[in-house]
């Protein structure tokens, strides 16, 4: 049987359910399993590109949920045609039609997006097999990495003309356009052929997401003569405050070259008061990138895939 489970409703039986059928797929992977209050934080909250709290459509065995399919849209205008989605179901279930059967019960969660990613494909797992046999192509590849917190790289110094402003939280007045230019400057990043739109930030939606943040946020901005030259944003898991998020790191076009780039995510390192650990994720193409984050001390973890349909190519 499949069927919605609102999960701001559902009882705690479904939301430790559907946490079970996650961790149970994590643990398989070899990867580390989240905890349970991270995983509702996260379905519940919208995410830091802009997607909505998550939806669900659930399939069950005797009432226990065994698989299911994580669905989230955008209300932003440049992600309105795109909705990301997720199907996981119990190993001892699988290879029954449960995985087909759950992905075209998303069409009921949709609102006319035309375009199905998922961001979560593991290479050398199954949902490679599962992904090409249900006409999913590869739109891009992502290397996920770690960083445990040591000894502390050195910054280096700034080229001349450069300055480095910090903050944690809401960015400051006279910053808030120069963040914002800065952040939809990953435009140009390597993330293949997605339809994702990673840059369509503006300061209303800025004051947005830091007026509904549940998690701590630091900031680094680099500035050239007093226009914006780089940024870096990391954020502080909001249940485990020792694991972070280093998120959008960019340096802009005219700057590039410089050893900018390490020298903001180097910076960062020394604001983050009790944080232990630090996961990234970056473009398997951008080697630059990669070897800035080698350079720190990030080690590579996993490969995963973005791919993507056509809605109107879902089989019913
Ligand atoms: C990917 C996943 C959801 C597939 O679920 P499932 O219920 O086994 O999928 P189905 O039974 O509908 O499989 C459909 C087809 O996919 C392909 N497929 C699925 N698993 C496969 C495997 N292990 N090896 C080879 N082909 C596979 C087959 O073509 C299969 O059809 P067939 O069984 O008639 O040969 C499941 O393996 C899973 O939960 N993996 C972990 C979660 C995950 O990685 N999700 C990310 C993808 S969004």
């Not at 190993?91 to 609102?111: D, N």
């Not at 997006?113 to 050398?124: A, C, D, H, L």
């Not at 390490?262 to 390192?269: E, F, H, Q, T, V």
């Amino acid at each position: 049987m499949i069927e919605e489970l609102d999960f701001a409703q559902a009882s705690q039986d479904d939301r430790h359910g559907l946490y079970e059928v996650v961790a149970a797929w994590v643990v398989e992977d070899g990867r580390e399993p989240p905890l349970y209050e991270a995983c509702v934080a996260r379905w519940e909250n919208r995410d830091e590109l802009g997607f909505e709290a998550s939806r669900f459509m659930v399939a069950r065995e005797a009432g226990t949920i065994i698989g299911y399919v994580q669905v989230q849209v955008s209300e932003a205008e440049a992600n309105a045609h795109l909705a990301l989605a997720t199907v996981v179901v119990l190993p001892e279930h699988r290879r029954r039609g449960i995985g087909t059967a759950l992905l075209g019960s998303m069409r009921s969660l949709l609102a006319g997006q035309t375009v199905i990613e998922s961001w979560s494909v593991v290479e050398g797992t199954p949902a490679e097999q599962f992904a090409a046999a249900r006409g999913f192509r590869v739109v891009t590849s992502m290397t996920r990495q770690k960083l445990v917190l040591g000894e502390l790289p050195e910054v280096g110094a700034l080229p001349p003309g450069y300055e480095l402003v910090t903050w944690n939280g809401a960015a400051p007045d006279e910053l808030v356009e120069a963040f914002v230019e800065g952040l939809n400057a990953m435009a140009d990043a390597p993330f293949g052929e997605t339809a994702l739109d990673d840059a369509h930030n503006t300061v209303e939606s800025i004051r947005q997401a830091e007026a509904e943040a549940v998690a701590d946020r630091w900031v680094v901005l680099l500035l050239h003569k007093g226009e914006v030259a780089g940024v870096t944003v990391v954020e502080r898991n909001s249940v485990d405050t020792t694991v972070a998020e280093q998120l959008h790191t960019v340096v802009l076009p005219a700057h590039r070259g410089k050893g900018l780039g390490r020298l903001i995510k180097a910076s960062m390192l020394h604001n983050l008061t009790g944080v232990e650990r630090i996961f990234t994720r970056t473009s398997s193409e951008n080697e630059h990138m990669l070897r800035v984050n080698h350079s720190l001390g990030y080690q590579d973890l996993y490969i995963y895939k973005a791919v993507q349909a056509k809605t109107a190519d879902l089989q019913p």
